[in-house]
């Protein structure tokens, strides 16, 4: 559960940054003069909507929110300097391939992604280390706790997969054929693929492991005997014909007690507070002020 909830807060905070980047991005190149404010990003047969209007309606809508995340990131990274602490590499690692694994989704730039997912886990584990700091938790329960609950600190062979489909085995052939001349095989997704919802990232389905129920079992089959960046030959399936590529594998791995225990902790002590993980407990003491009022968050 608490698994799902940090997937959904990193989700919600990577959201609110792109609205961040777009709504500040644009205010910075506004005060250039008058002309980028009355810019038109839009038309509806005479009527026009300008990026002013556009500038205004997102700030309505998210400002708020966009805010908020800004000042929690700032509130976090103060107490957690202010307590001294830290959270190791490998306990964000760990929460970013487990996450990864389990709640994975395509991703244009992956590089640029892994970067905001693993900055958003950090912080998330600030928070939750600040805010059980003091909570004691026994030994004993944390080893129950593991004993119990031993299937969550343990990662199967997941494969990070694209793929291509075609209505007939001809233009499979042909696709296979441009792949091996060098074609991006991104780009021919975009270009072929009948299946538009990948077709749009360029055929990335994510990741998928053993007993995946989305796609055809052989996708898996497949990819476990192809290296990183190559592709298979056509597979028959509903639509008509696949081309697979394994983009990545990420080998499976169990956790033993000692590597997981202090995110057990966190655990434990969350459930005894009984309180939601959130920075906004922390906005009296870090004298935060903002455009809504001095600390309330609501």
């Known amino acids: 559960m608490r698994r799902k909830q940090l997937w959904i807060v990193i989700a919600g905070l990577i959201l609110l940054n792109c609205l961040t980047l777009i709504f500040f991005l644009a205010k910075v190149k506004e005060v250039s003069g008058t002309a980028f404010s009355e810019e038109v990003v839009a038309s509806v047969g005479k009527s026009d909507i300008t990026r002013q209007q556009w500038l205004n309606e997102l700030e309505a ?24 602490i830290e959270v190791s590499e490998k306990d964000v690692e760990r929460e970013y391939r487990i996450l990864q694994t389990t709640y994975s989704s395509p991703s244009e730039n992956k590089k640029t992604s892994e970067r905001k997912w693993k900055e958003h886990i950090r912080n998330s584990l600030l928070q939750e280390e600040i805010l059980t700091r003091d909570v004691k938790v026994s030994k004993k329960e944390m080893q129950a706790y593991f004993e119990k609950n031993k299937e969550l600190f343990s990662i199967p062979d997941t494969y990070h997969v694209s793929h291509i489909i075609v ?5 499979a052939e042909n696709a296979i054929k441009e792949l091996e001349q060098g074609s991006s095989f991104s780009v021919l997704a975009m270009e072929r693929s009948i299946e538009e919802f990948s077709a749009n990232v360029g055929g990335d389905i994510g990741f998928l492991i053993e007993g995946e129920e989305r796609y055809p079992s052989e996708y898996i089959q497949v990819a476990k005997k192809l290296k990183e960046g190559a592709w298979s030959d056509p597979i028959q399936v509903e639509q008509g014909f696949a081309i697979v590529k394994l983009e990545e594998k990420i080998k499976g791995k169990t956790y033993n007690y000692d590597e997981v225990k202090q995110q057990i902790r966190r655990e434990i002590a969350l459930e005894q507070m009984k309180t939601s993980a959130s920075a906004t407990t922390f906005w009296e003491e870090a004298k935060v002020e903002w455009f809504y009022g001095k600390t309330s968050a609501n």
Do not use: F, P, T
Request: no cysteine; proline share 0%.
């Open 167 to 171: 209505k007939s085995s001809n233009e």
């Open 61 to 84: 809508r998210y400002g708020k929110d966009v805010l908020k995340d800004m000042i929690d990131q700032k509130v976090i990274k103060e107490m957690a300097d202010k307590y001294h």
